[in-house]
């Protein structure tokens, strides 16, 4: 059974001040996770997580993590904006992007972030746009098929990120010559993955990558970014990935693939969303409406704007009616959301406890690219964001948007 972070007094706690629907985080869970992450880095000196900003752009996140050593990976101006206005700088931030508009080059570039370039064509432009930084980042897509133990994981082949595998070391042979001086490979080739292996079998392929590179062209390689990619239980029958068996098993491909080539000083560098986020977040929601038609459905006042993850991947998401935990579940239910789009259900043939007007439904792990993937379609408005920290107690850390939000950028 998944359990939620939070139980049904809290919840009505909360809720007399801030009404619902909101997504709910959890300070303690976030924090605990972060430093597992660092154990299981702990062997590689200069190993750090870069934070996918993309997945939860909230100021309270990004400076939690920041508290556990964890810089920023943005993919867009306001994304660099809010690292900086967080504190991060230089280094602090790695700049992942690809189909890069001219000035988010440029502010990556006053920003002194890490850029990490997504195709040859774009050293030129950068170049002339702000010249080539010192340190400098390369996408790498090998192509084809990623497979582990022969399991089709993703298709970097089908994907529009990186460049092969010869325009990496001619990417790298003109950023030398251009005067870069540090190196750093990138690549995200399968998403939400959930098994141990597969930062370890990446890790591998890059790793190989860097003594290949580093042979041919002779450039200083620093640094390995496995980006994101490792995934989360969404489901409660799938066992979770074990970060500490991740680490070790990275650390095993290193000493095998790195050590022998004299390469052992080069630090890892992760940019996980997922797995540092969305177990830690989810959406509270209330039932207002009930319909008997030719299913059972129930209405909550939160709808795909603010999840969209289920309607636009058909992602299951975990649902707890909050105080019916031990519950039978013996209803059948859709829970919907009140868009005029009928893949507006949170769940379909969900069977949960009979759900009563009133009750507070929990939607699971939507702390990651929950609320960040939300819209304002029908004119609908985003919910607001709260931390439950660690004492019990508990901020605003957004608040809702309002209808002056939705109008401000029109023309009347
Ligand atoms: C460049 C890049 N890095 C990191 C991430 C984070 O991925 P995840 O949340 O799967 O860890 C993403 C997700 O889309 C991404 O595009």
């Not at 133990?149 to 082949?157: E, L, Q, S, T, Y």
């Not at 041919?216 to 068996?245: C, H, W």
Request: hydrophobic share 40%.
């Amino acid at each position: 059974m998944k359990k939620t972070f939070v139980n049904l007094d809290k919840i009505r706690e909360i809720s007399a001040q801030i009404p619902t629907p909101f997504h709910l985080y959890d300070e303690r869970g976030i924090e605990e996770n972060a430093e597992r992450l660092k154990a299981a880095f702990a062997w590689n000196k200069g190993f750090r997580e870069y934070f996918a900003v993309k997945a939860t752009p909230t100021p309270a996140i990004l400076k939690l993590l920041q508290k556990h050593g964890c810089g920023v990976d943005c993919s867009s101006l306001t994304e660099l904006i809010m690292g900086e206005k967080c504190g991060f700088t230089g280094d602090d931030i790695m700049f992942s992007s690809n189909d890069t508009p001219d000035n988010e080059f440029v502010e990556a570039a006053r920003l002194g972030a890490i850029i990490n370039l997504d195709d040859i064509t774009h050293i030129e432009i950068l170049k002339n746009l702000a010249g080539i930084p010192k340190k400098i980042c390369c996408r790498f897509n090998p192509g084809g098929a990623f497979e582990i133990a022969n399991k089709i994981m993703d298709n970097p082949g089908d994907a529009k990120y990186g460049m092969t595998r010869e325009q990496i070391f001619a990417a790298f042979r003109e950023l030398k010559n251009l005067g870069a001086e540090e190196f750093g490979i990138h690549a995200f080739l399968a998403s939400n993955t959930v098994s141990n292996d597969y930062y370890p079998v990446l890790a591998s392929e890059l790793f190989q990558l860097a003594v290949d590179i580093r042979r041919a062209v002779d450039v200083k390689i620093t640094f390995i970014n496995l980006s994101g990619g490792v995934g989360i239980p969404y489901r409660p029958e799938q066992q979770p990935n074990d970060i500490m068996v991740i680490g070790e098993g990275v650390r095993r491909v290193y000493e095998e693939i790195l050590g022998p080539a004299g390469m052992d000083d080069i630090a890892i560098f992760t940019e996980m969303g997922r797995f540092m986020l969305a177990p830690y977040g989810c959406l509270v929601t209330k039932a207002i409406r009930e319909k008997h038609i030719y299913k059972e459905y129930i209405g909550v006042d939160a709808c795909a704007c603010d999840l969209m993850r289920p309607a636009m991947y058909g992602a299951y998401h975990h649902i707890t009616v909050l105080g019916k935990e031990d519950a039978p579940a013996d209803h059948l239910y859709d829970v919907t959301g009140n868009l005029c789009e009928n893949n507006d259900k949170f769940a379909v043939d969900r069977a949960l406890p009979k759900v009563d007007m009133g009750d507070y439904l929990v939607i699971h792990d939507t702390g990651a690219h929950g609320r960040s993937m939300g819209y304002n379609y029908n004119g609908k408005l985003r919910s607001g964001e709260v931390m439950l920290n660690a004492d019990g107690s508990f901020d605003l850390i957004r608040r809702a948007e309002t209808p002056d939000d939705y109008f401000a950028t029109l023309v009347w």
